[in-house]
């Protein structure tokens, strides 16, 4: 089994690795010059355009920037924003904290109801309530994410008053201790809702369908023929045999969790590192994307690999099968 982790360790360093030259290749692929941005809207003199150019190493042959690009990675060091003139790497990092404060608890949430609803719908299988539950988890995987937000927008912060629309806290009331937790989750509540009803739909689906599957097979036969409860059956059988997808799924919402929030933060204002990237998408702010895209890469190669290992945990034969080939 540790041979077995070792591996996957490796892969997901090589996998890092290659995707940090990727992504360093596309950023710099991309139509338009950064030193338009940097210089503004004003005519320079060339020489300050080249004194600009040399600067920030951009007069260098692409393989050079390359190779310094990851000499310095290799160090910790991302470089520095062409915009802000702030290190990348805590830059990111800051940005990256208040994302993952809106997508953790919004993903736990929506990943806990969705299996309850996934067992519930397995339970009453073709019935009523089945096509209820299926038909609400396929209209929240449908709505867009950024029309369902300017819709909550309107209805709550425009017409009602409700809670605001924008932000991650109140600038002219920022407050302290309770006050400032309170203003939180009124900022919290309108972009995590809209999280968790599309992950929760994504969770609920692939959920019912694996149960549902399991439902038919022999061992479920078995456990009610030995007397179990249906609840017993459900609870530790069929949700506990089915759950190989779930975890799939659940780990590759929580992979993407860095920039799965893009278009909600957007449409919220709220200052994560979806709101970065489309400043540094419209700046051509290279370090900045590189970063972003090498913090998106560790963070979904992290959650394979976590998957991976909660495969292990919860079906023996993945154990046994690792245990084999190490």
Not at 278 to 294: E, H, K, M
Not at 315 to 324: L, Q
């Amino acid at each position: 089994m540790a041979r077995y982790i070792g591996a996957r360790l490796t892969w997901a360093a090589a996998m890092v690795l290659g995707i940090a030259i990727v992504a360093f290749l596309i950023t710099h692929l991309l139509p338009g010059n950064p030193v338009d941005a940097l210089v503004g809207d004003f005519p320079a003199p060339p020489e300050y355009v080249s004194k600009v150019r040399h600067l920030f190493g951009l007069d260098q042959p692409l393989p050079v920037q390359l190779w310094l690009y990851l000499v310095n990675m290799a160090r910790g060091n991302l470089g520095f924003s062409f915009l802000s003139r702030q290190p990348v790497l805590s830059l990111v990092l800051a940005r990256a904290g208040t994302t993952l404060l809106l997508m953790v608890p919004s993903l736990i949430l929506a990943s806990l109801i969705g299996v309850a609803m996934a067992v519930r719908a397995a339970a009453s299988h073709g019935r009523m309530l089945d096509s209820a539950l299926t038909a609400v988890s396929l209209i929240g995987y449908s709505i867009p994410v950024f029309w369902l937000g300017q819709i909550l927008v309107v209805i709550f912060a425009v017409n009602l008053g409700w809670l605001p629309a924008e932000g991650i806290r109140s600038l002219r009331e920022p407050g302290s201790g309770i006050g400032a937790v309170l203003d939180f989750l009124r900022h919290f509540a309108l972009p995590a809702f809209c999280i968790t009803v599309y992950y929760l739909a994504v969770v609920a689906r692939v959920a019912r369908s694996s149960m549902v599957e399991m439902l038919h097979q022999d061992f479920v036969l078995t456990a009610r023929a030995k007397g179990l409860s249906e609840r017993a059956v459900l609870w530790r059988h069929v949700l506990r045999n089915g759950l190989i997808p779930v975890i799939t799924v659940i780990g590759y919402n929580f992979g993407y969790s860095l920039t799965g929030a893009i278009l909600t933060e957007t449409v919220f204002a709220w200052p994560g590192l979806g709101e970065l990237f489309v400043t540094a998408i419209a700046n051509r702010d290279y370090p900045v994307l590189s970063g972003i895209f090498l913090l998106a890469a560790i963070a979904v190669v992290l959650a394979n690999l976590a998957t991976d290992l909660l495969y292990a945990a919860v079906d023996p034969r993945v154990r046994i099968a690792a245990g084999g080939r190490a």
